[in-house]
């Protein structure tokens, strides 16, 4: 039987992504968040999308960021960079609101992905061109605030269609380990299983 996360990511996989949508899942730890997700780009996505998974930490810069993004793009024409023409690139950005904030209040890395959102691209830091990039799609999720993870500003928040995790009951966590229990298991034989 579905559950209700898996039938909003159906929902994403068949409304938002194909219509280039960007998403951005907040919600507790252990929801679930990044296995759905990652079953959505990786499984259930056709050929023309490919996901280029990246994690935020406290440690994670802009410079990184962007040398991460380029480094996935090709050069189309002067000027325009993308996946191969026809396919779509889907970037995963794993807790999103855990890069350090700077002396000013700000999120480099944070920055640097509402920058391509605002402008579509940004300026190459080796050829010092503009970079405008096409055919991509940011997939994000978030845990809360606190312990380390900031509050998104409202400039980056508007660029996403939110799509929240709740908390899990005790029996939903229940249903849950015992389906991955019984699927791992599954491979032995009765006396183990039992």
Request: positive net charge.
């Amino acid at each position: 039987m579905p559950t209700f996360d898996s039938i909003r990511m159906k929902y994403v996989k068949g409304t938002l992504i194909s219509e280039k949508k960007h998403c951005l899942s907040p919600g507790p730890t252990g929801t679930g968040k990044t296995v759905n997700i990652s079953q959505l780009t990786n499984l259930e996505m056709s050929e023309d999308y490919s996901c280029v998974p990246v994690t935020f930490s406290a440690q994670t810069s802009a410079n990184l960021t962007q040398d991460t993004i380029d480094s996935k793009v090709d050069k189309r024409r002067k000027g325009i960079y993308g996946p191969p023409v026809g396919k779509c690139l889907i970037f995963f950005v794993d807790d999103l609101n855990m890069p350090k904030k700077e002396v000013y209040g700000a999120q480099p890395p944070i920055e640097i992905l509402r920058q391509w959102m605002d402008h579509k691209g940004w300026y190459s830091r080796i050829t010092k061109e503009f970079m405008q990039l096409q055919d991509i799609i940011f997939i994000c999720a978030m845990g809360p605030p606190g312990g380390g993870r900031s509050v998104l500003t409202q400039r980056i928040q508007r660029h996403f269609n939110i799509i929240t995790y709740s908390q899990l009951d005790q029996t939903s966590i229940e249903m849950i380990f015992n389906k991955i229990v019984t699927r791992y298991l599954s491979s032995f034989g009765d006396e183990i299983r039992t």
